[in-house]
């Protein structure tokens, strides 16, 4: 690692020893001229159109720079003074449309073979229904279920996880705005107008182009599924309402 990097260990050490945890940010300031606002990407949560839009923008705007994250990186990982934004989905539309995203293994963008442990999850759960009514089932079936959630990418992580030790951003770091997928075109419009962007990007909503995922030959959730996903769900439906709370009540503009 070299002479840095015992730097930064010897950094580690001794902030630690005074009950403080450092955290070296992946995410550097951009040198750009333009204001930048940072794209919090949580993962199939209208991502591919939003995308698309931040395309557009950063080709039109003069004044304004829109800085699409990856999946790994989190708020924490984002600089504390920067503007960022990000959208949320209903948690049981999101476990479905993920869970057969990756069964596909993301095509037709993508072609991301299986992990051992999805390649699993798949051999078991032929469905997204079939995984969320084996959830707190008990015995092996149970087992399998948990194992399973936890191994496929996009059933693995919560939405509250973009979040983990900056959960109180509604007063310390609130966001620009928040999209939910279920109302798109009324929040990303609000959006526009609250980060002061003039564009409106044209978004094409082709499934061939995007991850939209067919459901017409796959089962429907029953009701023990969702409930069963509201239980698993629980801190991203608490999440979900803590942020309309915030676009109805707590927010102006």
Same mark, same amino acid.
């Given at each position: 690692?070299?002479? !840095?990097? $015992? ?8 902030? *630690? ?9 992946? =995410? ?8 930048? %606002? +940072? ?17 557009? =923008? $950063?080709?039109?705007? @003069?004044?304004?720079? %829109? ?22 989905? #209903? ?11 990756? @069964? ?5 963008? *993508? ?14 759960? /032929?469905?997204? $229904? ?19 959630? @936890?191994? %496929? ?7 509250? #996880?973009?979040?983990? !030790? &900056?959960?109180? %951003?509604?007063? &310390? ?5 928040? =999209?939910?997928? /279920?109302?798109?075109?009324?929040? =990303? /419009? ?22 939209? *995922?067919? +459901? ?9 599924? !969702?409930? $069963? ?25």
């Amino acid at each position: 690692m070299g002479k !840095l990097g $015992n730097l930064v260990d010897r950094l580690a050490q001794a902030t *630690n020893h005074l009950g403080m945890e450092v955290r070296l940010r992946r =995410i550097r300031r951009s040198d750009s001229t333009r204001k930048v %606002i +940072y794209f919090l990407h949580i993962g199939k949560a209208a991502g591919s159109q939003i995308k698309q839009a931040i395309a557009q =923008i $950063n080709g039109a705007e @003069k004044g304004i720079h %829109i800085h699409a994250l990856t999946h790994d990186e989190m708020l924490v990982d984002v600089p504390d003074e920067a503007e960022y934004f990000f959208s949320i989905r #209903d948690p049981a539309a999101r476990f479905r449309s993920g869970f057969y995203s990756r @069964k596909r293994r993301g095509r037709p963008l *993508n072609d991301i073979a299986w992990t051992a442990h999805e390649e699993m999850a798949f051999s078991t759960f /032929e469905h997204a $229904n079939d995984l969320a009514e084996a959830l707190f089932a008990g015995g092996m079936r149970g087992m399998q279920a948990v194992a399973a959630m @936890k191994s %496929i990418r996009h059933t693995a992580q919560d939405q509250v #996880d973009w979040f983990a !030790l &900056v959960g109180d %951003i509604f007063s &310390v770091r609130p966001p620009v705005w928040v =999209i939910r997928q /279920e109302h798109f075109d009324e929040d =990303i /419009e609000r959006f526009y107008q609250r980060a002061g962007i003039g564009t409106r990007p044209e978004l094409k909503r082709d499934p061939k182009g995007s991850h939209a *995922n067919d +459901y017409s030959d796959v089962p429907d959730l029953s009701e023990r599924a !969702l409930s $069963n996903l509201k239980r698993w769900y629980s801190q991203d439906y608490a999440l979900y309402e803590a942020v309309e709370t915030w676009m109805e009540q707590g927010s102006q503009a």
